[in-house]
Nanobody
């Protein structure tokens, strides 16, 4: 059984940095075609943030986080990371990690991800 567990969320001030972790069990994180981070705020649809391909050679970014957020993977720890710098109040959301085994998917399409974590809250105060 594949499980994804996020951690690292919390309350920070604007301009601060935060690193989220997504620990994977039941399958190697490097085996997924795509591993990604999404976020969601109340009353809004889930929003794509970043995604990393199986080889680790390609990263997909959403425009609002380009230049501030980075996705990475530690195969030895079987963990996916989201490094967030220069955080803004509009980054406040529940952040979810997700993984897909589907070939040729659109990285931003959340319907293509079969595996999801439970989410971790990130709150950025102004």
């Amino acid at each position: 059984q594949v499980q994804l567990v996020e951690s690292g969320g919390g309350l920070v001030q604007a301009g601060d940095s935060l690193r989220l972790s997504c620990t994977v069990s039941g399958r190697a994180v490097s085996s997924f075609i795509m591993a990604a981070w999404f976020r969601q705020t109340p009353g809004k649809e889930r929003e794509f943030v970043l995604a990393l391909t199986k080889t680790g050679g390609t990263t997909y970014y959403a425009s609002p986080v380009r230049g501030r957020f980075t996705i990475s993977r530690d195969n030895a720890k079987n963990t996916l990371y989201l490094e967030m710098n220069n955080l803004k109040p509009e980054d406040t959301a529940v952040y979810y990690c997700a993984a897909s085994v589907e070939l040729g998917l659109n990285a931003a399409d959340d319907k293509k991800y079969a595996y999801w974590g439970q989410g971790t809250q990130v709150t950025v105060s102004s």
